[in-house]
């Protein structure tokens, strides 16, 4: 028959393969039936829906690694299996048994007794299963059917792709001895002489059988010990796409004949499994080629490496960091950084994408691991990795540089560490194999890489075990910060062997003052915070220990600046209204340094200073004054290293026998002065004559009013109330009260007055913006200017006169 082969292969053992029972985990049954021709119709009608078409390419490439989660399909290859070239070359040279040892392998898993099989790798999938016929009988006094037996038999079957060809070819056995005659003792007879039929197919686009299905009896197929075999071909002129890629779903037919028994004319099949055929020209294994290639594609295609591995366990530790801590990795970001290629069963876990050789990502990976690993280029010593001995160790990058997700990430999605010199370029032998024996097509395939703590396959890997090298310590750049503020600290403390214990310390420089205190935000972490309460230079040093090795450690400069005292408060506000004689009571609270001592200074506005030390980051003192008038008081707050702060706050003192003021006068106006009309520029009219009236002790006074009027109509004001009047020696004055405007209510107002020369300002605001003059201001004629009575600026006067009675 073409395209089948015999082969008189050996079962493997009962202790590698555990026996299968008569109907361990179900069988693949067909149903057949005996009786009148009701009976074919009765059939018919259990048979399944037509299959539906093929998905297309991208989905059946998605439905294969959904598949592959579901059943925990992994692609078995470890990074120090011997055997990872020799299977590739297996595939070359596929005879008339499966290739061993993997097909052993594979059949010894307990999950190949399974209606799904497993697959081990992307090269072979396997199955240990039943198969067979159900069979039923018309009872046509009943007119129904009765199942009056099976008849089942254990079978093997192996998948294995090829490297030269675009196919797999299928392998089928019978176990001799397994077939069971489940039937009436009336067809016991019969049975052995009635058939089963066993093939391989496929129906998708571009796929095709080379090979025809076999014919035995159950008894011949009791006695056969012959490996079977068809080869499921892909043409690539059906594909359009890169790499001419193609999936195809295959599967085993099976159909039963004889007995009298009526069987569904298009037989059975098993469930479908998927393979994806390409034409990539690129893969090599030492001079070989391996122009086109089918591969089972129902797996996880992943590569394994192992921490305990004295060929790779410093990569292998590297890779874990990498994934699981990747905050805890070089190039240093401020940014989370999402390291792919971790697969934990999550089918949305973000894989690793093979890059050709000549491509720009290959280039720009290369490119930025080199200045991640030599602090140059977009990386310095804030945040490149710290030097290392390069005659020893080579800088290793994951993820790795054939990937697109490399170290060209814009985001620094990667990770650099200094690895012994050997284990790295061993790891990257065993990746570049990888990539061959699992058939990691360019720009397609998604691959994982997975992390274990066992001592991995052969390939050498007994012998001393790893060398455990001391951890690479970096306390990060030099910083600058503020005393009293946390200052960050970027360190980065790493071991082959997880993260090392570490602790930060400090020494103060030889010009920080005695008593100045300084803390970790976390003494044991790399990255965290330090606060002093004083200004100075300090070093500090980031120690880690494995435990094995001696401690090794690393020191950075940190310079704490002098911070300025800060005014938080201060009383009386602006505006406070005094009578002459009354006290001021003046309090300035501040923030600053706890270490720092400070000296407080106070311009009372009147010719008189005051000099003390603050107590308790406040300045307080109590000042008369003799005279009526308008101070603005000023206080600065000084630090020990010289830095200061300042703030003022303007009071009111007034005499009610101080004197008063008259004035009928006139002065022009200015544009801008009126916010209501800010061209307006004419002529402002002012009358007022306010006054204390005798025995009126004050701050209001009952005395006078205040009119004033823009010609033109456009501003009228007269006064309400007066809330206090100011008279100072040097004949000068200021009132303050309410006002209507234009007849309207709510308006405050003050009027400033200077005699000798003449001249006069007016202020007015509505005061719902407050009872003072702030930022909404209706009238003024000297706008910007200060409000304190000697700093007012008042404007001279056109005509008419102003007089301050002392």
Not at 106 to 120: E, F, H, K, W
Not at 208 to 228: E, F, H, L, M, V
Request: with cysteine; net charge negative.
């Amino acid at each position: 028959m073409g395209g089948q082969a015999a082969h008189a292969a050996e079962r493997p053992s009962a202790g590698v393969v555990p026996p299968l029972g008569k109907v361990a985990n179900g069988a693949l049954l067909e149903e057949g039936i005996k009786g009148d021709p009701s009976a074919l119709k009765w059939l018919n009608g259990r048979k399944g829906r037509p299959k539906e078409a093929p998905p297309s390419p991208e989905e059946a490439r998605l439905n294969a690694k959904k598949k592959a989660v579901q059943l925990d399909q992994r692609s078995s290859w470890d990074a120090e299996q011997a055997d990872m070239s020799a299977s590739v070359s297996q595939a070359l040279n596929l005879s008339s048994a499966p290739p061993e040892p993997q097909a052993g392998e594979c059949l010894a898993r307990p999950d190949s007794n399974s209606v799904n099989g497993v697959t081990l790798n992307r090269d072979l999938w396997c199955q240990r299963y039943r198969l067979g016929s159900v069979l039923y009988e018309w009872d046509e006094n009943l007119n129904i059917s009765v199942k009056v037996g099976e008849i089942t038999m254990e079978f093997t079957a192996v998948v294995a792709g090829r490297r030269d060809d675009r196919s797999v070819r299928v392998y089928y056995k019978a176990v001799p001895g397994s077939v069971d005659y489940d039937v009436r003792e009336i067809d016991r007879v019969i049975a052995p002489t009635m058939a089963i039929t066993i093939g391989a197919d496929c129906q998708d686009t571009g796929c095709s059988r080379i090979g025809q299905p076999i014919y035995k009896t159950w008894a011949q197929w009791n006695t056969d010990d012959t490996w079977w075999s068809w080869d499921i071909t892909s043409d690539e002129a059906a594909s359009t796409g890169p790499d001419d890629v193609l999936f195809h779903n295959w599967y085993l037919t099976y159909q039963g004949s004889g007995g009298g028994f009526v069987f569904p004319p298009d037989g059975s099949r098993t469930p479908e499994r998927t393979i994806r055929c390409d034409s990539a020209t690129y893969f090599k294994f030492g001079e070989t080629t391996y122009p086109k290639a089918c591969i089972n594609a129902e797996v996880i295609p992943h590569l394994q490496y192992s921490i305990n591995s004295a060929e790779h366990g410093a990569v292998a530790e590297h890779i874990r960091t990498a994934q699981n801590e990747p905050q805890n990795t070089w190039p240093i970001t401020y940014l989370p950084k999402r390291i792919p290629g971790k697969f934990t069963g999550d089918i949305d876990d973000p894989g690793l994408h093979r890059v050709a050789p000549e491509s720009v990502n290959y280039s720009e990976n290369e490119k930025e691991r080199k200045g991640a690993c030599n602090r140059t280029g977009n990386y310095d010593g804030m945040t490149g990795m710290p030097p290392y001995n390069t005659t020893t160790h080579d800088c290793d990058e994951y993820p790795f540089r054939i990937t697109e997700e490399g170290a060209a990430s814009p985001d620094w999605d990667f990770s650099v560490r200094a690895v012994p010199l050997s284990q790295n370029r061993s790891a990257g032998a065993s990746l570049n194999v990888y990539v061959v024996s699992d058939r990691i097509l360019y720009d397609y395939d998604e691959f994982w890489v997975e992390i274990n703590d066992g001592t991995g396959g052969g390939g050498g890997g007994g012998g001393t075990g790893p060398v455990d090298d001391a951890p690479l310590v970096d306390a990060g750049p030099d910083r600058t910060g503020d005393e009293g503020s946390a200052i960050n600290l970027y360190g980065l403390a790493s071991d082959d062997g997880g993260a090392p214990d570490a602790t930060w310390s400090y020494t103060p420089g030889s010009g920080v003052d005695a008593g100045t205190s300084c803390a970790f935000g976390d003494v044991h972490s790399a990255r965290t915070t330090f606060t002093c309460d004083d200004d100075g230079v300090f070093t500090l040093r980031l120690t880690a220990s494995d435990g094995v090795n001696a401690a090794v450690s690393d020191t950075a400069t940190v310079t704490v600046l002098n911070a300025p005292p800060r005014i938080t408060s201060l009383v009386p506000p602006d505006w406070q209204v005094y009578k002459v004689g009354d006290p001021v009571s003046l309090k300035a609270t501040f923030t600053d340094a706890a270490n720092d001592t400070h000296t407080c200074a106070i311009l009372w506005d009147d010719t008189t200073t005051s000099q003390f030390t603050a107590q308790g980051h406040a300045c307080e003192q109590t000042h008369v004054f003799p005279h009526a008038g308008m101070y603005t008081i000023e206080v600065t707050v000084t630090d020990d290293d010289g830095a200061s702060a300042t703030a003022k706050t303007m009071v009111v003192v007034y005499n009610p026998q101080g004197g008063f003021v008259t004035s009928g006068a006139n002065f022009a106006s200015p544009a801008g002065a009126l916010s209501s009309n800010p061209t307006a520029a004419e002529r402002m009219r002012v009358q007022l004559n306010p006054q204390y009236q005798q025995g009126e002790p004050g701050p209001a006074l009952s005395g006078g009013r205040v009119s004033a009027t823009l010609d033109g109509g456009a501003f009228t004001l007269e006064s309400t109330k007066l809330d206090w009047l100011v008279v100072a020696p040097d004949a000068k004055a200021a009132v303050k009260g309410e006002a209507t405007v234009n007849g309207t209510a709510g308006y405050g107002f003050v009027a400033y007055g200077y005699d000798d020369p003449a001249k006069m300002r007016l202020v007015v605001w509505p005061l719902s913006s407050g009872p003072n003059p702030g930022t909404s201001i209706l009238y003024d004629n000297r706008r910007g200017t200060d409000y304190d009575l000697d700093r007012a600026d008042p404007q001279p006067l056109d005509g008419g006169s102003l007089q301050v009675h002392e």
